[in-house]
């Protein structure tokens, strides 16, 4: 079972900007990030396949969002720009495993197996 690591949430005005970290306990497979905000079901946000390194992003943060990874590192990133109180939220790293590799377009929580504890984003108007 791997270990993943969330960081970089805090407190942002809107128009901000934040980085996200997601440090992995050992090889991963996709992985991607998403967002729970109190009361709505999680979303996907943007996913990574491992090795292409090709991505897949929502609608909702297609532009301001970028996802990528350092393999060498088992680190997973999302860079967060023009952010809105709407982003507010945790935001989860998940991973498919490690041999998992192709995440096929599909950014859909249930299929992600693994997934980290969380980092609190908070966005005010």
């Known amino acids: 079972q791997v270990r993943l690591v969330e960081s970089g949430g805090g407190s942002v005005q809107a128009g901000g900007s934040l980085r996200l970290s997601c440090v992995a306990s050992?090889?991963?497979?996709?992985m991607g990030w998403f967002r729970q905000a109190p009361g709505k079901e999680r979303e996907g946000l943007a996913m990574?396949?491992?090795?292409?390194?090709?991505?897949e992003y929502a609608d909702s943060v297609k532009g301001r969002f970028s996802i990528s990874r350092d393999t060498t590192k088992n680190t997973l990133y999302q860079s967060m720009s023009s952010l809105k109180p709407e982003d507010g939220g945790t935001y989860y790293c998940?991973?498919?495993?490690?041999?998992?590799?192709?995440?096929?377009?599909?950014?859909?929580?249930?299929?992600?197996?693994?997934w980290g504890q969380g980092t609190q984003v908070t966005v005010s108007s």
């Open positions: 050992e090889n991963t497979g996709c």
């Open positions: 998940a991973d498919r495993r490690w041999w998992d590799t192709a995440c096929n377009g599909v950014l859909n929580p249930t299929i992600f197996p693994q």
């Open positions: 990574i396949d491992s090795g292409s390194s090709a991505t």
